[in-house]
């Protein structure tokens, strides 16, 4: 019988190394729109719609970044219960 080890807290740990860069670029984003903001400039035209279209582009995309990361955690930490569950009940059928 073929044996294999699954880390389970190594996928935590990538699980969360995922969500500290998406809260880095969600920062980075952030100070782009604080630097943009402190121009004091007001746009019009097409370079003030391409901007506005761009900047809500990203909010959409860092929503479904944020939901897509919270959705792979809440996965993880699933299957994580699961495999240590079914690796318990295994142990109990084989004393």
Not at 34 to 62: C, F, N, P
Not at 86 to 92: A, I, M, Q, W, Y
């Amino acid at each position: 019988m073929a044996s294999y080890r699954v880390d389970t807290d190594q996928i935590l740990a990538l699980v969360a190394k995922a969500r500290l860069i998406g809260q880095q670029i969600e920062q980075r984003i952030a100070d782009v729109e604080h630097e943009v903001a402190d121009l004091h400039i007001e746009w019009q035209g097409s370079a003030a719609e391409a901007h506005r279209a761009k900047h809500d582009t990203w909010q959409r995309e860092m929503q479904d970044m944020k939901s897509a990361l919270a959705d792979l955690e809440t996965a993880a930490r699933a299957a994580r219960a699961r495999y240590l569950a079914n690796v318990e009940h295994n142990k109990g059928m084989w004393p």
